[in-house]
């Protein structure tokens, strides 16, 4: 393959029109920069930063963890022949100061983010690219048709990321020059400078504090949503027609960033990761590709080396268990990345508790969560899907299986939070008080979506895992395989018994104390979707069919029926209308994989149900423009038009559509649904 047929695999860059748009509507847009490190840089289309989230260097300064907003935007303006024009955009609380809207005429996105103005006769291009191996980003200022200066004057948070600044809350700035570079450190603050070199021809020493910066979807979300700034100082210097200037930030001393040789290099990674899809994936398959590697991070733990993780979700999770192997699939194995799966398995199977992999590592130190019932089931699925990708029955040998036999082990005979396999062989846990499973928001003392007891998607986990199991161990330990093919009955008979809610041709949500929870809700999909299932064929069927009828819409699969009462078809407001909805009624991208893969299942993939697969696929395809650029939001409202909230990119969205649609290739391939 050459090297154009290579560069020509990657999808094209997403290009948004920025002249002439809705500026509600171009706020709603943001793009994402990402590194190893667990940094990120994110931003609107504008220019215009929207949330406390949103900074040109957000700093993992304890990789991926220990974030900081360290440089949150930049006030930038071009002189030529006299005229002055604005680039930036900030929203203060009765205007846009300055308005570089009226110079912006396009956004490009690629790996770098792109900024396209016409400043009269000549054409700028503003370049945002973040470094791969350390906490730096780079911004590039390329003026053709003309040539004349520029200023630009830099605004600091430094600040934990989750927080806001404010000039009247304690804070000690210092400024000073070194090595050709302004450092710059809140005394009082994170232990760390950031550094700037303008790579221009000067700068002024002029501190100042510009204050009451608005983000507004802060303020959407029910959050105090005022900042104050802090900047050391004006940069300044000429721009030659066609010859780029670089301004750099980082901690410490800013390395030397060659901007072309990141930029290419990216593209290279960019390009091995979709060229590792399957023969003829689509635009959006490449796309999610590409997405893909903006979650992936290395992690140092104690009596560890580093190790790639997978983060949850930007901007704000970091790496949770259950998350990272529901994604597993989706963004390692589709893309051949099988060395960092490995790295993954091996990462959680040492931090193996009571037969418990981590809910999540601590944000803030070394330390790790185990309040989930899950987590550890989709270990499971993910190592027998590994298994089932890579035939590395080596890898299988030595971890895989050992940790998943400890798992069961230790479920069966009880270990946190209650969790025990019952007396019918079925899998129970939590109490009134735990939110174990995914549904798992909390509003003080109140779980809002209770499930205690036997969760149906825990059971058909379980079910699976005791399964796979019998025919993985079988020819290698007959006793072991036979004891778990003699559980997996028992699970199986059980699992119709208590779950199968004949009146509603469908399961129940929940199992407690003998009584099913006949809410109609999503996680019921896996006992159809998975490969082995508890349940009858006309189970299945009946299964995919009320979800289809109550939950499907065109952005995944809604939490809870609409013509339940506790339905909320909106997500948004406070914190606690949020909470209140997160689970009730708001849709979840990720849930489409599975129900793809039920209907192609139960319908051993004819040629209708590939069709209506495709279509439900493709209905994700205009998103990519809607909110966080070539990538998946978390959450949509439950009503129409389905409007995306949550995380702006989350793992397990981009993870389970290309999942799916790797699965939908499967079927058309062999035509008929694979094992």
């Given at each position: 393959?050459?090297?154009?047929?290579?560069?020509?695999?990657?999808?094209?860059?997403?290009?948004?029109?920025v002249a002439g748009g809705e500026i509600n509507d171009l706020l709603d847009k943001e793009?994402?920069?990402?590194?190893?490190?667990?940094?990120?840089?994110?931003?609107?289309?504008?220019?215009?930063?929207?949330?406390?989230?949103?900074?040109?260097?957000?700093?993992?300064?304890?990789?991926?963890?220990?974030?900081?907003?360290?440089?949150?935007?930049?006030?930038?303006?071009?002189?030529?022949?006299?005229?002055?024009?604005?680039?930036?955009?900030?929203?203060?609380?009765?205007?846009?100061?300055?308005?570089?809207?009226?110079?912006?005429?396009?956004?490009?996105?690629?790996?770098?983010?792109?900024?396209?103005?016409?400043?009269?006769?000549?054409?700028?291009?503003?370049?945002?690219?973040?470094?791969?191996?350390?906490?730096?980003?780079?911004?590039?200022?390329?003026?053709?048709?003309?040539?004349?200066?520029?200023?630009?004057?830099?605004?600091?948070?430094?600040?934990?990321?989750?927080?806001?600044?404010k000039v009247h809350e304690p804070h000690r700035m210092q400024v000073r020059l070194s090595?050709?570079?302004?450092?710059?450190?809140?005394?009082?603050?994170?232990?760390?400078?950031?550094?700037?070199?303008?790579?221009?021809?000067?700068?002024?020493?002029?501190?100042?504090?510009?204050?009451?910066?608005?983000?507004?979807?802060?303020?959407?979300?029910?959050?105090?949503?005022?900042?104050?700034?802090?900047?050391?100082?004006?940069?300044?210097?000429?721009?030659?027609?066609?010859?780029?200037?670089?301004?750099?930030?980082?901690?410490?001393?800013?390395?030397?960033?060659?901007?072309?040789?990141?930029?290419?290099?990216?593209?290279?990674?960019?390009?091995?990761?979709?060229?590792?899809?399957?023969?003829?994936?689509?635009?959006?398959?490449?796309?999610?590709?590409?997405?893909?590697?903006?979650?992936?991070?290395?992690?140092?733990?104690?009596?560890?080396?580093?190790?790639?993780?997978?983060?949850?979700?930007?901007?704000?999770?970091?790496?949770?268990?259950?998350?990272?192997?529901?994604?597993?699939?989706?963004?390692?194995?589709?893309?051949?990345?099988?060395?960092?799966?490995?790295?993954?398995?091996?990462?959680?199977?040492?931090?193996?508790?009571?037969?418990?992999?981590?809910?999540?590592?601590?944000?803030?130190?070394?330390?790790?969560?185990?309040?989930?019932?899950?987590?550890?089931?989709?270990?499971?699925?993910?190592?027998?899907?590994?298994?089932?990708?890579?035939?590395?029955?080596?890898?299988?040998?030595?971890?895989?299986?050992?940790?998943?036999?400890?798992?069961?082990?230790?479920?069966?005979?009880?270990?946190?939070?209650?969790?025990?396999?019952?007396?019918?062989?079925?899998?129970?846990?939590?109490?009134?008080?735990?939110?174990?499973?995914?549904?798992?928001?909390?509003?003080?003392?109140?779980?809002?979506?209770?499930?205690?007891?036997?969760?149906?998607?825990?059971?058909?986990?379980?079910?699976?895992?005791?399964?796979?199991?019998?025919?993985?161990?079988?020819?290698?330990?007959?006793?072991?395989?036979?004891?778990?093919?003699?559980?997996?009955?028992?699970?199986?008979?059980?699992?119709?018994?208590?779950?199968?809610?004949?009146?509603?041709?469908?399961?129940?949500?929940?199992?407690?104390?003998?009584?099913?929870?006949?809410?109609?809700?999503?996680?019921?999909?896996?006992?159809?979707?998975?490969?082995?299932?508890?349940?009858?064929?006309?189970?299945?069927?009946?299964?995919?069919?009320?979800?289809?009828?109550?939950?499907?819409?065109?952005?995944?699969?809604?939490?809870?029926?609409?013509?339940?009462?506790?339905?909320?078809?909106?997500?948004?407001?406070?914190?606690?209308?949020?909470?209140?909805?997160?689970?009730?009624?708001?849709?979840?991208?990720?849930?489409?994989?599975?129900?793809?893969?039920?209907?192609?299942?139960?319908?051993?993939?004819?040629?209708?149900?590939?069709?209506?697969?495709?279509?439900?696929?493709?209905?994700?395809?205009?998103?990519?423009?809607?909110?966080?650029?070539?990538?998946?939001?978390?959450?949509?409202?439950?009503?129409?038009?389905?409007?995306?909230?949550?995380?702006?990119?989350?793992?397990?969205?981009?993870?389970?559509?290309?999942?799916?649609?790797?699965?939908?290739?499967?079927?058309?391939?062999?035509?008929?649904?694979?094992?």
């Amino acid at each position: 393959m050459t090297a154009t047929t290579l560069l020509n695999a990657l999808p094209p860059p997403l290009e948004i029109a920025v002249a002439g748009g809705e500026i509600n509507d171009l706020l709603d847009k943001e793009w994402l920069l990402t590194n190893s490190l667990g940094s990120y840089a994110s931003g609107t289309v504008l220019g215009c930063n929207t949330r406390r989230y949103h900074g040109l260097l957000v700093a993992a300064t304890s990789p991926p963890a220990g974030r900081i907003n360290d440089l949150s935007t930049v006030v930038d303006r071009v002189t030529i022949d006299g005229v002055t024009y604005d680039l930036a955009v900030n929203e203060l609380p009765d205007a846009f100061s300055p308005f570089g809207i009226a110079s912006l005429r396009r956004f490009r996105d690629a790996e770098a983010a792109t900024f396209v103005y016409q400043l009269g006769r000549a054409e700028l291009t503003k370049e945002v690219l973040l470094a791969a191996q350390a906490n730096a980003v780079a911004i590039r200022y390329t003026l053709t048709g003309a040539s004349g200066t520029i200023e630009l004057r830099p605004f600091l948070a430094l600040r934990d990321f989750h927080h806001l600044r404010k000039v009247h809350e304690p804070h000690r700035m210092q400024v000073r020059l070194s090595d050709g570079a302004v450092l710059v450190q809140d005394e009082l603050g994170p232990p760390h400078a950031l550094a700037m070199r303008g790579g221009l021809d000067g700068f002024a020493h002029a501190p100042q504090w510009w204050y009451n910066f608005r983000y507004r979807a802060d303020l959407a979300r029910g959050q105090d949503g005022m900042e104050d700034l802090f900047t050391p100082g004006l940069f300044s210097g000429a721009l030659r027609n066609g010859q780029p200037r670089q301004f750099t930030a980082a901690l410490a001393a800013p390395p030397d960033l060659d901007f072309q040789a990141e930029r290419d290099a990216k593209r290279r990674r960019r390009t091995g990761i979709v060229t590792a899809l399957w023969r003829g994936a689509d635009e959006p398959s490449r796309r999610l590709a590409v997405a893909s590697d903006a979650f992936l991070a290395r992690r140092a733990l104690s009596a560890q080396a580093p190790s790639t993780t997978i983060l949850a979700g930007f901007p704000w999770f970091l790496d949770w268990g259950r998350d990272a192997f529901i994604a597993l699939p989706g963004l390692l194995l589709a893309t051949k990345r099988f060395d960092l799966a490995r790295e993954i398995f091996d990462t959680f199977a040492a931090w193996l508790s009571e037969g418990m992999v981590p809910n999540r590592f601590d944000d803030y130190c070394d330390g790790a969560h185990y309040n989930s019932i899950d987590a550890s089931l989709w270990y499971i699925l993910a190592a027998d899907r590994y298994l089932a990708a890579t035939r590395d029955t080596d890898f299988w040998a030595r971890v895989l299986m050992p940790t998943v036999d400890t798992i069961l082990r230790a479920y069966r005979t009880g270990t946190r939070y209650g969790i025990v396999a019952d007396a019918d062989g079925l899998l129970t846990g939590g109490s009134h008080d735990t939110q174990l499973t995914w549904m798992d928001a909390k509003l003080g003392h109140e779980v809002v979506t209770p499930r205690q007891g036997k969760p149906v998607e825990v059971n058909a986990l379980w079910y699976y895992a005791h399964r796979m199991m019998a025919l993985r161990c079988a020819g290698v330990d007959a006793p072991l395989a036979g004891a778990y093919a003699a559980r997996a009955k028992d699970i199986a008979g059980a699992f119709r018994s208590a779950f199968w809610n004949p009146a509603a041709d469908c399961l129940f949500d929940c199992v407690q104390d003998g009584r099913g929870d006949p809410s109609i809700r999503p996680n019921q999909i896996f006992a159809a979707s998975l490969p082995h299932s508890p349940l009858t064929p006309s189970q299945r069927q009946g299964v995919v069919r009320v979800v289809s009828e109550k939950l499907l819409t065109p952005r995944g699969l809604r939490t809870l029926a609409p013509d339940d009462k506790r339905y909320r078809g909106r997500y948004g407001g406070s914190w606690e209308s949020r909470d209140r909805a997160y689970h009730q009624g708001t849709v979840w991208a990720w849930l489409m994989g599975p129900f793809i893969e039920a209907c192609l299942r139960t319908n051993n993939a004819s040629a209708a149900s590939v069709a209506l697969a495709q279509e439900h696929l493709d209905a994700f395809n205009d998103h990519f423009t809607e909110a966080g650029l070539g990538t998946v939001s978390e959450v949509f409202d439950g009503d129409a038009p389905h409007r995306p909230g949550g995380c702006i990119a989350q793992a397990w969205s981009v993870a389970e559509l290309l999942r799916a649609r790797q699965y939908l290739h499967q079927c058309r391939e062999l035509g008929h649904a694979p094992a």
